[in-house]
């Protein structure tokens, strides 16, 4: 590998992307520099100096409303939720990938459907369905309800399942491995990168939700972080400081599961497996 | 990789274990129609599920915290679970699907929406709970809010809100001007104002309702009469009714909103004003307290009419309008709340923490603002609300004044004339 | 139970399908047939045939806003394609070659996608505002004080306004994907493309962006469905009505708007007669749109990797 040719050529890209990065990060520099700050002092006086910085809003946050009660609750749904979707979605890219059928395009059409519809019309049936299982303010709710949306990871899946090289295939076919075994000791780990990168985009969907925790947990003791959001964005204008703290307490362990999450997706597939 | 995808499955089965578990809470957050069914009436301890307003949680949750442990305390035998689960869609969804709360807030006559869950038969009449005494404190026109075909459906409001002025003291100081009597008085100040280099008032001309504050505070100094005639079916005096719009195309065309006001939305509008760039803003009462947090002189005024009149405007206040759902398994129990809403104590709570415009003359105001609220003549009728009740399926006034008469008169694409001539073509649309 | 062990691949299929047809298509399916009704929520339901329809294709003025809907979606939807997609790849390969820096690139790319859309639009107010907004003031400090602008409220500029919200909140997550998917090609054809002396750009053309062909076409595919789903942005920046003249509505709005959206504002409103009849006709017209051309979208995809493979 050309070192200072990589360097080189790469640099033109590059520079524009530290633009784009800088910018970004001024811009929610700017956001938490915000939150800082008084409101009256962000309404009246929002591009001067301000005559005060105060912690208020963000000890407001965990002391009056239990931020960490709500932060729990999401954390919860969201685990449970992740695995779900990962397990349901690479098992049936796997057969959508890797097995010819009859009805496989119409099924892979079938499981696109989800994402075409929205969300709030389809509440209704589903909240019926969950009183007759008497689920209805429960974390269960939720969590099957959010599990099913399997639809953007099995579209983005079933493609690498289908372009993993036969051989791995057969190899584990001839020392005797089952088809359940081929799959989750071999080909789902060779998936990784892409897995998590769907871990990471379904963990922001996830944590971000609020419509399905609106409408079947009610109790506020089980309410998601969103909710806590939504109190102070519904009223921006009233609420501004508060908002933007609770905006900035809310992306922060997303944040750290980005941070995990992509350090999984660089560690990447040991080519071994492949020449093997 | 593999020890952390075990803590990953532990997790998830962990949460489904608890999520398992706390189905089995009892009582307080079992989901369907709400109360415990094994306690009566006969003083046992009952639980009664309420919904509150998700959208205004943030001024809510105190003073409702207080009132619901004064209540608990008058009423040792119920208990209230009080969440700010409601919005529009958790509250259809409770609809359809027949799960309503015990209690929950409603717009009363403000939409039709009320309407629409009595006939059909989903909440129930409370007139056999208000006696005569409960409802003499209150004026005629807040009574008419809760009834539907006669018969009571939530609790009465205690206050209601209005758009006026908001203005900056300092800068009407610093040109000698005075709070202005009548509409030529106002016009007077605004073209002062205007002559100094200062933007007279900020207005939203991108928002539907940002642009219409100044036709609802308007529009009582001039079409009063024609908006009560609304509301009876009949006919309006075409001439008031342009002289109205030519007026509001007035204050556009003179420049009162500044260089862009089309390209602000409400919030920029309001931005505007806090930043000292413009001399007043038409808001009204329920974003007061955007402007008590600055650090700005900030004064109120209700809008004049050309006789001198200052005009406030219908519009009651939501926060303690609430109904009583015919699944209810208390029925008599969260009346009981529902009466206590309306009652002094309750609002007065309600006051303390947010200084609302009382319709009640025993409720003790907060601070001087509200007094300043509450130094208007007359209270007109709601221009939207007037459009409103003479629209039917096929007529919608309302939806054309706001997207299309008002735009256009601030754009300067149609007069007055023409205005009134598009609103004469579709109320004869009926 | 031979015939399950011929077909391995139903049982990996069971679960997810269960799942996924209970919770997802079943609700789908339920909402889909009120529009054939008449009803606005809350009374008694009639049953109307396709009478919905024929209102809403023969009704101009619903016509109107339907395609000026439509327009500004697609809009959304090309410019996403040509102008956020390349960047996304670009970025995604300068980072899988671990360029200086490329952790900061990452987290700084994608950090926009945490925040909730208010936060972000009220974000793009502080920068746009016409009194208050930064860009405004910067415009004075370099001495281009004669194009400050209101940007935030001019018509025609607010879809664009909407797409570089949308875009900015998004860009992660497409340069996310391509990552994953560059992480899973092979090293060996990356290491002939340096040992034939392949400059950076070269590698990307010739080596990279073939084998991530189906990742492209699979985000062009759901950045289509975005942009026809899309609706926060929009609506907190125009209201229901999607601003001056319609000109940030878009098709998720649309519906919003005829299901919901009278009975929704701060003055109270009433109820349409058949808000959710029409409502639901408008979905699943949106639903047909979305479903054929992704339909189209996925057949030239596989049809190409047929020929290709």
């Given at each position: 590998m050309n070192a200072t040719e990589k360097r080189k050529s790469a640099s033109a890209a590059a520079v524009l992307l530290w633009i784009y990065s800088c910018f970004t990060v001024f811009v929610l520099g700017y956001l938490l520099y915000n939150s800082f700050r008084e409101k009256g002092d962000l309404l009246t006086n929002t591009l001067g100096k301000p005559k005060s910085l105060s912690f208020r809003a963000y000890v407001d946050l965990f002391a009056e409303q239990k931020f960490h009660l709500y932060f729990l609750n999401s954390l919860l749904i969201l685990a449970a939720t992740l695995l779900i979707v990962v397990a349901l979605s690479s098992m049936v890219a796997y057969a959508l990938g890797r097995y010819k059928f009859k009805f496989k395009n119409a099924l892979q059409a079938y499981f696109l459907l989800g994402l075409m519809f929205p969300a709030s019309l389809g509440v209704l049936p589903l909240f019926l369905l969950m009183k007759d299982l008497h689920l209805l303010n429960s974390y269960a709710s939720v969590i099957l309800v959010l599990s099913a949306g399997i639809s953007m990871p099995v579209l983005l899946l079933t493609d690498f399942f289908a372009k993993m090289p036969g051989e791995i295939y057969e190899s584990a076919v001839l020392d005797g491995a089952s088809e359940w075994k081929t799959f989750y000791r071999i080909m789902f780990p060779l998936a990784s990168p892409v897995v998590f990168s769907i871990c990471i985009v379904m963990s922001v969907q996830i944590w971000n939700q609020f419509f399905m925790p609106l409408i079947f947990l009610q109790s506020d003791e089980k309410k998601t972080v969103p909710l806590i959001v939504m109190k102070y964005t519904s009223n921006l204008m009233l609420s501004m400081d508060k908002a933007m703290a609770a905006s900035v307490v809310a992306t922060l362990p997303i944040l750290i599961l980005f941070m995990i999450f992509s350090e999984k997706i660089l560690d990447g597939v040991a080519s071994g497996a492949v020449k093997g | 990789m593999l020890k952390w995808k075990s803590l990953m499955a532990v997790l998830a089965i962990a949460a489904l274990f608890i999520a398992g578990c706390s189905q089995n809470d009892g009582g307080a957050s079992s989901p369907s129609g709400g109360s415990d069914p094994s306690a009566g009436s006969s003083g046992e301890k009952v639980t009664l599920k309420v919904w509150g307003d998700l959208a205004n949680q943030a001024v809510l949750e105190e003073p409702f915290k207080k009132i619901n442990e004064a209540f608990m305390a008058k009423h040792p035998n119920i208990k209230i679970d009080y969440?700010?689960?409601?919005n529009d869609d958790s509250l259809n969804v409770a609809l359809q699907a027949n799960s309503l709360p015990d209690a929950f807030f409603v717009q009363g006559n403000k939409s039709t929406k009320m309407k629409e869950m009595a006939k059909a038969g989903q909440i129930i009449p409370l007139d056999e709970y208000f006696t005569d005494a409960d409802k003499s404190r209150f004026p005629e026109e807040a009574i008419n809010y809760t009834l539907v075909d006669g018969k009571m459906y939530c609790s009465i409001p205690s206050f209601f809100d209005y758009a006026m002025v908001y203005y900056n003291k300092d800068i009407f100081a610093k040109y000698g001007?005075?709070?202005?009597?009548t509409l030529d008085e106002f016009v007077k100040t605004a073209d002062t104002l205007l002559s100094h280099g200062v933007t007279p008032i900020a207005v939203g001309g991108n928002g539907d309702f940002d642009r219409y504050w100044p036709i609802q505070e308007l529009a009582p100094g001039f079409i009063n009469e024609d908006m009560i005639a609304l509301y009876e079916g009949k006919p309006i005096n075409e001439a008031r009714m342009t002289e109205l719009f030519d007026t509001y195309r007035a204050f556009a065309e003179k420049g009162y909103y500044g260089k862009d006001f089309i390209a602000m939305d409400g919030k920029a509008a309001q931005l505007a004003f806090t930043s000292g760039k413009t001399a007043m803003i038409f808001d009204g009462t329920w974003s007061n307290s955007i402007y008590t947090g600055t650090s700005l002189n900030i004064g109120r005024f209700a809008m004049p009419g050309k006789d001198g009149v200052r005009y406030a405007q219908e519009g009651m206040n939501n926060f303690t309008t609430y109904a009583v759902a015919a699944t209810s398994k208390h029925p008599k129990e969260a009346a009981e709340y529902v009466k206590f809403l309306s009652s002094l104590e309750a609002a007065q709570i309600l006051e303390d923490a947010n200084g609302h415009v009382p319709i009640v003359k025993d409720i003790k105001p907060k601070d001087e603002i509200v007094s300043e609220f509450s130094a208007f003549d007359k209270i007109g009728k709601n221009i939207y609300h007037a459009f409103s009740a003479a629209a039917t399926e096929k007529s919608k006034p309302q939806d054309l004044l706001l997207t299309d008469i008002l735009p256009k008169l601030m754009t300067k694409k149609i007069t007055g004339a023409e205005a009134t001539q598009l609103l004469q073509q579709e109320l004869a649309k009926k | 139970m031979s015939y399950i062990k011929k077909r391995p691949f139903l049982l990996f299929l069971l679960p997810g399908f269960l799942i996924y047809t209970l919770f997802v298509v079943y609700p789908i399916v339920a909402a889909a047939s009120i529009s054939f009704f008449r009803w606005n929520g809350i009374g008694p339901k009639t049953f109307v045939g396709l009478d919905n329809y024929i209102e809403l294709f023969t009704s101009s003025e619903l016509m109107s806003q339907f395609s000026n809907a439509l327009l500004n979606s697609l809009k959304i939807f090309v410019l996403t394609v040509l102008i956020v997609i390349p960047v996304q790849i670009v970025s995604a390969y300068l980072i899988h070659n671990e360029v200086k820096g490329y952790k900061f690139f990452r987290a700084a790319v994608f950090s926009p996608q945490f925040i909730s859309t208010p936060v972000v639009v009220f974000i793009f107010t502080l920068l746009l505002d016409a009194n208050v907004g930064l860009f405004n003031k910067v415009l004075e400090w370099v001495g281009?004080?004669?194009?400050?602008?209101p940007w935030l409220g001019i018509p025609e500029y607010g879809i664009y306004i909407v797409w570089l919200m949308v875009s900015w909140s998004g860009m992660g997550v497409g340069m996310i994907f391509f990552l994953g998917a560059m992480k899973m090609i092979s090293k060996e054809s990356l290491e002939a493309g340096y040992l034939e002396g392949a400059g950076f750009w070269r590698r990307l053309f010739s080596i990279i962006l073939p084998q991530i062909k189906v990742t492209i076409l699979n985000m062009v595919l759901i950045s289509y469905i975005v942009s026809m789903t899309i609706f926060d942005f929009s609506f907190i920046l125009g209201g229901v009505s999607g601003g001056i003249d319609h000109n940030v509505d878009v098709m998720a709005l649309m519906f919003y708007r005829i299901a919901f959206?009278?009975?929704?504002n701060p003055l109270g409103g009433n109820i349409s007669e058949n808000a959710m009849g029409l409502g639901s006709t408008v979905a699943c017209v949106l639903f047909l749109l979305i479903f054929f051309i992704s339909m189209f979208q996925i057949w030239l995809t596989y049809r190409r990797r047929e020929e290709g493979a």
């Open positions: - | 969440d700010f689960a409601q001007l005075n709070v202005p009597k | 281009l004080g004669e194009y400050v602008r959206g009278e009975s929704n």
